[in-house]
Each structure stands twice: as structure tokens, then as C-alpha cells.
């Protein structure tokens, strides 16, 4: 059984950042793409940015090209998402996934196996 845990979030003015990560246990990360998603409160969940097996293909949101980068260590089965000039509009609970689709370019929730519970974000502002 594959397990998602995140961990990085909490409270950060405008224009900070976070570094969140996410550690896989139960299979080694290098077999999927891994994305991050968000929740806002009274919002569907949105795609935040994926990275391929080795890190070769990257996609973002468009509101987050430019301030946040997705990266992965294979060998420490181990995801991260690090959000520079953080807006009040990023506030958002963040979902690491993983997907077990050959499809580069996933961005739907639907591509993707497996969930973390979750680590929240707060920007004030």
C-alpha cells in the first residue's frame, strides 16, 4: 500500500514562501508522476504542477509558473513543492498525489492512485 504524508505547511505573510514536502512509503516513488493539488475552503480541488519519473517533463498551473517549483529525489522517495512571493490566494489545504498513468501531461485529479491527507497553507495579507 502506497502512503503520501506532507509536511511544510503553516502561516506566512504575503510575499514568503514555504517548502512543502511530500515522503512515499510502501513503493518507491520513481514509479509514478507525482503532482500537487489544492483545496481551497468552498472550492473543488485544483492542479498545482506535475513532474514526470525523472523529472523531464514539469507542468504548472498558470497562476504558479513563475513563483512555485515542483522537484522530486527518487532516492529519498520524496516530493517537493517550494512556493515563492506566496499570495493570500494560494491559502489552500495542499494534496501531494502520485499516478500510476504514462500520461506526462496529467493535471486531472482522476489521473491520480493515491493521496495525502494533506497540509495547509495559509497567506495573510
Known amino acids: 500500500q502506497v502512503q503520501l504524508v506532507e509536511s511544510g505547511g503553516g502561516l506566512v505573510q504575503a510575499g514568503g514562501s514555504l517548502r512543502l514536502s511530500c515522503a512515499v512509503s510502501?513503493?518507491?516513488?520513481?514509479?509514478?508522476?507525482m503532482g500537487w493539488f489544492r483545496q481551497a475552503p468552498g472550492k473543488e480541488r485544483e492542479f498545482v504542477a506535475s513532474?514526470?519519473?525523472?523529472?523531464?517533463?514539469?507542468n504548472y498551473e498558470d497562476s504558479v509558473k513563475g513563483r512555485f517549483s515542483i522537484s522530486r529525489d527518487n532516492a529519498k522517495d520524496t516530493l517537493y513543492l517550494q512556493m515563492n512571493n506566496l499570495k493570500p490566494e494560494d491559502t489552500a489545504a495542499y494534496y501531494c498525489?502520485?499516478?500510476?498513468?504514462?500520461?506526462?501531461?496529467?493535471?486531472?485529479?482522476?489521473?491520480?492512485?493515491?493521496w495525502g491527507r494533506g497540509t495547509q497553507v495559509t497567506v495573510s495579507s
Open positions: 513532474i514526470s519519473w525523472g523529472g523531464v517533463n514539469i
Open positions: 510502501g513503493r518507491t516513488i520513481v514509479r509514478y508522476i
Open positions: 498525489a502520485a499516478s500510476e498513468t504514462d500520461n506526462t501531461r496529467a493535471s486531472d485529479s482522476r489521473d491520480f492512485n493515491y
